[in-house]
């Protein structure tokens, strides 16, 4: 359905019509196309019909309300969409349901909009989903918004009654940070300052509705932030090999060298790919392409090509907010499915920081402090993925800074990853190394493991604070030097003396942390000794970093596990105490998370087992592997 | 400076191409013959770099015009296309078809159409199917979502629509279920002749006046489907009279106007 006229539309914008249910925002939506004479020839006529045959008022919503559903209970189930055009521009005006029980319609009609009008009811006032609107709208990214205080007839177009409807809500929207840009003051159902100003509102001297819509501003793409090229498929459909994707921000062009994540591997772009267009032109954001490289280099469906200048974050947890339309809640210990860009990995939550009404911002505790977000809230919280993914926060890089998370076959979640101290890979990270090979010596593993008398490997102790970690690798290497065999024990404090004195307790430097102790143990086992670490290292991630660096049967994880509160009760250094008093930040156990190994090569229960048994059976352990070869004491 | 608005267009269906082509194992399209579903193939062969890596069905009523059905074995030798038609011999055999006066047009619709697709996509087990409707066809369209579930009767629970936000689509569901992709959802009528403008895409010669004033604005079976007045005789011609004109698209289709929800019900039920 578009108006008459002959000019071509050189910009489109899409409006979403939000607000409570029955306030109005179908009928708008019906009159504002009566109005500007953008009803198709006859529709008025046919909706007037029908609702003369089933004995009913004429309703000006019944044009968007198209399911028979719809009309019988007079209400929008579902969100649709309709085109009209002014002179300035196309429109495409979505109207959404104001119904609580369909905000996952509400939500996908609004994720598409540049720019909302939400409608409130000038005799009921705010309500509800006016304020839960207003909200979503905000994190859905939607910052142009108009305000239509609706029904003014029924207020007898009072001014004092919009000034204070107006007020109200102002005060609401000033709370979750958000700015409109005019209340209007309209009768929907008369057409009152819709298309034309109204005589009934004489002190009114604001714009119409139409005028506002005009006002309104197309965003423009992304084209001048850091590229990201997130990589949707490989094809090989003739003797190219071409990575098609959608360029979500920045520009690329032939010559680009190029950075994928997650594998970090580079490669310059040898063209960009378009069909039916002659030359290879730089690509810009929004725009689907495909790309060549001239180093063949293994890039899946997922991968995020950036330029090595301006590269993603690259992480297993981030912060987010989020809003859940699942019939499920969400849980802690569930795992989901993410999906970000055109990556897609397990996900859980990790931390929940608070729960929220999002119509009137109450934080929602639950009775037994239960970690969950049920149907229809929000929520500030940390998800943990299994694998890492590439991402932005919202902030910087809208495209790469949102996700949807599912759970089972359906969208459940939708989120933005907030700002959090993320630590940036550093352009030498970056350059790691592809062309530096591990160098072989004249001495083999097995020449030294003969006259070692036994392999080298490593045993990597993990528990909290105060389970014995400490005490129990001490005298495993008492035990092991007294049998002859070569072991030593890295010890933390030692480590952050020297080595790693540059590093605090930030995550990330708690991250290089481990990584370097890995990369130290790794050349001890390589020379041959029974290399020994006691750390917390509360990450499995950070763990699996380092048994990766190993070979097979080289790392042996042991889980020193101990119940919390005997730890505490042990609390050797008297840190759990300081931590309770809030005196220690993330600590781990208290205001940190520990991961338990999923599956250790060795556990030690040391509230059963005394620090004699907990080393005989490491010693034992490291004697079965005998027989196998891989270690031999 | 913001991308102008058929470009926009096109980038969204490409990328809607690409998600469907990735995601299902089991893939095919729909092809009317009419100017949405060859904007459509050609839409495709941006995605795919000039190839069409799925098979295209065409469900056959045997009431097509004549000249749709030269016009689709024409395009499928030129542009090297994988067809499989789909037909509905019981129900044709025994004739019980609107023209033959054994069935209602709505009923015939759903035997012809609807019922021969879903054999099709059963006997291939397609479970991903590319469709061009668009959303200011016509009310219950504009409520679709562009990856939309079926369930194994093919039938469409429009009371509960999956939630689609950001570009992530309903990918994951149920064995026997099947998903209908729409890729031209967002497009309008006009944006479909302004392309095929600026693209030059060769259209069935049905859409363009004869020299007795008449001319498809929509096509199907014969026994349904009317010409409009008109003298529009170029795709500019279209063009322009589609600017000026306040009819809607399918007011030539007969189908439509057995009774008020006659549509949706159809739609409901598996139709396109
Ligand atoms: N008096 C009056 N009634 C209105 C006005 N706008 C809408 N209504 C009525 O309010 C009811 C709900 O309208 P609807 O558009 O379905 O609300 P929605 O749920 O926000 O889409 C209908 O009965 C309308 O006729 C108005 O400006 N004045
Ligand atoms: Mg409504």
Partial sequence: MSAAISMAPTEQLKIVIVGHVDHGKSTFVGRLFHDTGSLPEGKLEQLQHIAERRGVPFEWANLMDALQSERDQNITIDTAQIWFQTQKRQYVIIDAPGHKEFLKNMVTGAANAEAALLVIDAHEGVQENSRRHGYLLNLLGIRQIAVLVNKMDLEDYSQARFQHVETEYRAWLKSIHVEPKVFIPIAAKQGDNIASRSAHTPWWTGPTVLETLDDFRVSEPPDGQPLRFPIQDVYRFDDRRILAGRVE???????????????????????????????????????????????????????????????????????????????????????????????????????????????????????????????????????????????????????????????????????????????????????????????????????????????????????????????????????????????????????????????????????????????????FADAGLICITAFISPYRGDRDLVRQMLGPGQFIEVFVNAPMDLCERRDPKGLYAKAKAGQIKEFTGISAPYEAPEKPEIELRTDRLSVAESVTTILEYLNVLDTSGAVMI | MPMDPLSKLENQSIYIFREAFNKFEHLAMLWSIGKDSTVLLWLARKAFFGHVPFPLVHVDTTYKIPSMIEYRDQLVREWKLELVVGKNEEVLRAGRTFPNGQATRVECCGTLKKDALKAVLDKHHFNGVIVGVRRDEEPTRAKERYFSPRDKNMEWNVADQPPELWDQFKTDFEKGAHIRIHPLLHWTELNIWEYIERENIPIIPLYFANGQGERYRSIGCFPCTFPIKSNARTVREIIEELRHTNTPERAGRAQDKESEDAFEKLRRDGYM
């Fill in chain 1, 249 to 523: 921000s920045g520009t690329i062009q032939v010559g680009d060298k190029l950075i994928f994540h997650p594998s970090n591997k580079t490669s310059s772009v040898k063209s960009i790919e378009r069909w039916n267009v002659v030359g290879t032109a730089p690509a810009g954001a929004g725009e689907s392409i495909g790309i060549t490289l001239t180093e063949q280099i293994f890039v899946e469906r997922g991968a995020i090509a950036a330029h090595e200048t301006a590269p993603p974050y690259e992480l297993t947890k981030f912060k987010a907010r989020l809003f859940w339309l699942g019939r499920q809640p969400l849980q802690q210990g569930r795992s989901y499915k993410l999906k970000l860009a055109t990556q897609e990995a397990e996900v859980a939550l990790d931390a929940l920081d608070r729960v929220l009404d999002a119509s009137t911002l109450q934080v929602i505790q639950r009775p037994n402090g239960e970690a969950l977000v049920a149907r229809h809230e929000v929520a500030e919280l940390t998800l943990r993925t299994k694998r890492p993914i590439a991402f932005d926060a919202v902030s910087e890089i809208i495209p790469t800074g949102r996700f949807v998370i599912v759970d089972g076959f359906d969208v459940a979640g939708g989120g933005i990853i907030v700002d959090d101290n993320y630590p940036r890979r550093t352009a030498d990270s970056l350059h790691k190394s592809h062309d530096i090979y591990w160098s072989h010596g004249k001495v083999t593993t097995a020449q030294r493991a003969g006259r070692n008398s036994h392999a080298g490997c490593v045993v990597w102790f993990t528990g909290l604070s105060g389970s014995g970690k400490s005490t129990i690798s001490t005298e495993l290497e008492r035990e092991l030097f007294n049998l002859g065999k070569h072991a030593y024990v890295l010890d933390g404090d030692n480590i952050r003396h020297g080595l790693n004195s540059d590093l605090g307790f930030s995550p990330k430097d708690r991250k290089e942390n481990i990584r370097r102790i890995g990369e130290v143990a790794k050349l």
